[in-house]
T-cell receptor, first 112, second 111 residues
Framework: ETGVTQSPTHLIKTRGQQVTLRCSSQ?????VSWYQQALGQGPQFIFQ???????GRGNFPPRFSGLQFPNYSSELNVNALELDDSALYLC???????????FGSGTRLTVV | QKEVEQDPGPLSVPEGAIVSLNCTYS??????FMWYRQYSRKGPELLMY????GNKEDGRFTAQVDKSSKYISLFIRDSQPSDSATYLC???????????FGAGTRLFVKA
């Protein structure tokens, strides 16, 4: 299997709820990064996982958390959803030591 | 001040025109520079990347980096309607864990 796969593609949640987004990495890639892209903005770094450990984190609160599994797939969890969390959430996989990403098509999250 | 500044456009050009897209940055520690293309409802796709000042060419695309001025550019020759997309500049430090993206420039190429 090639490419990065994200699920679901669209999601609507109510403020205060919790959400889990999923990502399958490109074959051979061992590093997963998550980005948040608000409408009309560039992607903003949330965190990166390597060998099932968080490898670095951007300016996002602790209610944004993640997991990486032994097969390099990953989850992004967001608790206590706020209206401003409405955005496109992008998963990007890469090979450790290389700088280019392969992005998935994203999950469009709407919080109402 | 944002670390990476990019004019959001939109930029509208006729088919066949040469397109110039630009970004400025403030962090002199950035070591790699990339351009991504993002079509509507899709994730970004890596187009070009470079680690040094100067030009790098790939088909109709040329990436230019001027580290002394903290300025990067992407040129698209013989632009096509299929080039209509949002172009994101991106940069970071080798061995670092995050890439910083510009806001993206929306490009429309009219047939």
């Amino acid at each position: 299997e090639t490419g990065v796969t994200q699920s679901p593609t669209h999601l609507i949640k109510t403020r205060g709820q919790q959400v889990t987004l999923r990502c399958s990495s490109q074959s051979g890639h061992n590093t997963v990064s998550w980005y948040q892209q608000a409408l009309g903005q560039g992607p903003q770094f949330i965190f990166q996982y390597y060998r099932e450990e968080e490898n670095g984190r951007g300016n996002f609160p602790p209610r944004f958390s993640g997991l990486q599994f032994p097969n390099y797939s990953s989850e992004l969890n967001v608790n206590a959803l706020e209206l401003d969390d409405s955005a496109l959430y992008l998963c990007a996989s890469s090979l450790a030591g290389e700088d280019g990403y392969t992005f998935g098509s994203g999950t469009r999250l709407t919080v109402v | 001040q944002k670390e990476v500044e990019q004019d959001p456009g939109p930029l509208s050009v006729p088919e066949g025109a040469i397109v110039s897209l630009n970004c400025t940055y403030s962090n002199s520690a950035f070591q790699y520079f990339m351009w991504y293309r993002q079509y509507s409802r899709k994730g970004p796709e890596l187009l070009m990347y470079t680690y040094s000042s100067g030009n790098k060419e790939d088909g109709r695309f040329t990436a230019q980096v001027d580290k002394s001025s903290k300025y990067i550019s992407l040129f698209i020759r013989d632009s096509q309607p299929s080039d209509s997309a949002t172009y994101l500049c991106a940069m970071g430090m080798t061995g670092g864990f995050k890439t910083i993206f510009g806001a993206g420039t929306r490009l429309f190429v009219k047939a």
